[in-house]
């Protein structure tokens, strides 16, 4: 039972650079989520997506993209990487919308921006 | 949009006694789930309890419970016969039952600002 993995577990980069940070869940869960963690703000919505081919973005998806072709995978993209993205990264699923159906979370991946 | 404040940034207890962590929340809602995670320094997000808004009875997880009153638009978590595994952070989590809320996001997760437990030996 793989679950929900994220890789890597930590990046460091420079401004400018262009990374991806991938999430892949083996459970066919409909609804994927990226979050940043930042001290002071808990967890705070990037970008979700519904279904494969379905995105839309969440509280802070600035200087982020998406993409989710396939149901499995959902990575997030920093196109030019700024001093203000570091962060952890993390990635969520869930089944459905119910207290039933809560988000399962990756391991998160520290990401560090020179 | 919903918000959700938790007042005590750090937390410490004795190992076995019990300690009381604070969350409030704004919405003008009538239906939402609750939600209690706990991140350890391994950085996992584990979910501890969860309460759905309708329900008028407390949840209640072997060691853990919530005191849920929802015209306070409170939900604290109670950590009973507190051992060393809970130390972590601990956030608080509001998602909303309806799948469109205000052109949001389906199933978003308000986060609190998490409170750092320490559990004393």
């Known amino acids: 039972d793989a679950g929900i993995t994220q890789s890597p577990r930590y990046k460091i980069t420079e401004t400018g650079r262009q990374v991806t940070l991938m999430c892949h869940q083996t459970w066919s869960h409909s609804y994927m989520f990226w979050y940043r963690q930042d001290l002071g703000h808990g967890l705070r919505l990037i970008y979700y997506?519904?279904?494969?081919?379905?995105?839309d973005k969440g509280e802070v998806p600035d200087g982020y993209v998406v993409s989710r072709s396939k149901t499995e995978n959902f990575p997030l993209t920093l196109e030019s990487a700024t001093r203000s993205q570091t962060s952890v990264y993390f990635c969520?699923?869930?089944?459905?919308?119910?207290?039933?159906?809560?988000?399962?979370f990756g391991d998160g991946t520290r990401l560090s921006i020179l | 949009a919903q918000t959700v404040t938790q007042s005590q940034p750090e937390m410490s207890v004795q190992e076995a006694e019990t300690v009381t962590l604070s969350c409030t929340y704004d919405t003008s809602e009538s239906d939402y789930y609750l939600f209690w995670y706990k991140q350890p320094p391994s950085r996992q997000m584990i979910l501890v309890i969860r309460?759905?808004?309708?329900?008028?009875q407390n949840a209640t997880e072997n060691r853990f419970s919530v005191n849920f009153q929802k015209a306070a638009k409170s939900f604290s978590l109670k950590i009973s016969d507190s051992q060393l595994g809970d130390a972590a952070m601990y956030f608080c989590?509001?998602?909303?039952?309806?799948?469109?809320?205000?052109?949001?996001?389906?199933?978003?997760?308000?986060f609190g600002q998490g409170t750092i437990l320490t559990v004393h030996p």
């Open positions: 997506s519904a279904a494969a081919d379905i995105t």
């Open positions: 309460q759905e808004a309708y329900k008028q």
């Open positions: 969520a699923s869930s089944l459905g919308q119910g207290a039933n159906q809560p988000q399962h």
């Open positions: 989590a509001y998602r909303s039952a309806f799948l469109f809320s205000g052109g949001t996001s389906y199933g978003k997760l308000t």
